[in-house]
T-cell receptor
Framework: DVKVTQSSRYLVKRTGEKVFLECVQD?????MFWYRQDPGLGLRLIYF???????EKGDIPEGYSVSREKKERFSLILESASTNQTSMYLC????????????FGQGTRLTVV | ELKVEQNPLFLSMQEGKNYTIYCNYS?????LYWYRQDPGKSLESLFV?????AVKQEGRLMASLDTKARLSTLHITAAVHDLSATYFC????????????????FGTGTLLAVQP
């Protein structure tokens, strides 16, 4: 079974803090994704990575950065957290040339106060 | 830039009725996915559609893909309460690199509420 694990289920951080969200997958997948999910807006792609140290911006990268130093781990960094970054964050991974779906972690609900 | 639109955004239906959720996308792609999300949970894969004319069925759900029309449908037959959830479609943005660097873009989701 593919497993995508996010480091925290719930996080509460203060405005201005630097926040790290970690995601680990155990199936040797090349692609990894970070999304945020807000009511009425669906899932919006923040960043994705198709290989170690390779990354591309998604639709809403402002205020975020990412790091992929190892194939199994993809980190999302909020450089200076703001209240409008309060959201559910979902990590996913996939192996593109197998033409299979992406697998998701359980999500991290981040509240910035 | 790939845009994915779903409609309706909210669907309230009675048990035993049939209905269809639509997913339109704006650029060329021949890979489309349907997911289900229960409240407070993550996304669970339902269907993978990989070519024009693809049709997949599981229980009371059937998904199809028309790449020429850039349209996928998720048809619900004789709905039951257990199908209440949010349904998302997602599309690989084909940028011509053989799939390795495709972005996966989601629609806004359809919240389905099946009433007894």
């Amino acid at each position: 079974d593919v497993k995508v694990t996010q480091s925290s289920r719930y996080l509460v951080k203060r405005t201005g803090e630097k926040v790290f969200l970690e995601c680990v997958q155990d199936m040797d997948h090349e692609n990894m994704f970070w999304y945020r999910q807000d009511p009425g807006l669906g899932l919006r792609l923040i960043y994705f990575s198709y290989d170690v140290k390779m990354k591309e911006k998604g639709d809403i990268p402002e205020g975020y950065s990412v790091s992929r130093e190892k194939k199994e781990r993809f980190s999302l960094i909020l450089e200076s957290a703001s209240t409008n970054q309060t959201s559910m964050y979902l990590c996913a991974s996939s192996r593109p040339w197998l033409n299979t779906e992406a697998f998701f972690g359980q999500g991290t609900r981040l509240t910035v106060v | 830039e790939l845009k994915v639109e779903q409609n309706p955004l909210f669907l309230s239906m009675q048990e035993g009725k049939n209905y269809t959720i639509y997913c339109n996308y704006s650029t060329t792609s021949d890979r489309l996915y349907w997911y289900r999300q229960d409240p407070g949970k993550s996304l669970e894969s339902l269907f993978v559609l990989l070519s024009n004319g693809a049709v997949k069925q599981e229980g009371r759900l059937m998904a199809s893909l028309d790449t020429k029309a850039r349209l996928s449908t998720l048809h619900i037959t004789a709905a039951v309460h257990d199908l209440s959830a949010t349904y998302f479609c997602a599309v690989d943005e084909d940028r011509g690199y053989g799939g390795a660097t495709n972005k996966l873009i989601f629609g806004t989701g359809t919240l389905l509420a099946v009433q007894p």
